[in-house]
């Protein structure tokens, strides 16, 4: 059974750091570029960031760029999102996307 779980979510305030996570069962998550992907109330799912299976390569959305690391540890199974200097416009419930498949989300709260 693919299961995908995310952690890490919560209230920070604006310049505040988060770490999420991505622990993926199920499947051999080594093999697939990995994604993560956020919905803000009211708008289209967009995404954040993305690593390819090896972690040589990392892309970012412009609004992200600089202030979020998409990272894996394919030994544990786990992707990662680390986020600096949040602001308001980050608020939104996270998403991971692996193997055609996606977790259940994890709510981001940036306000002071």
């Known amino acids: 059974q693919v299961l995908l779980v995310e952690s890490g979510g919560g209230l920070v305030q604006p310049g505040g750091s988060l770490r999420l996570s991505c622990a993926a069962s199920?499947?051999?998550?080594?093999?697939?570029?990995s994604y993560w992907y956020r919905q803000a109330p009211g708008k289209e799912r967009e995404l954040v960031a993305r690593i390819t299976s090896n972690s040589r390569s990392t892309n970012y959305a412009d609004s992200v760029k600089g202030r979020f690391t998409i990272s894996r540890d394919n030994a544990k199974n786990t992707m990662y999102l680390q986020m600096n200097s949040l602001k308001p416009e980050d608020t939104a419930v996270y998403y991971c996307?692996?193997?055609?498949?996606w977790g259940q989300g994890t709510q981001v709260t940036v306000s002071s």
């Open positions: 996307y692996v193997g055609g498949s």
């Open positions: 199920g499947f051999n998550f080594s093999r697939y570029v």
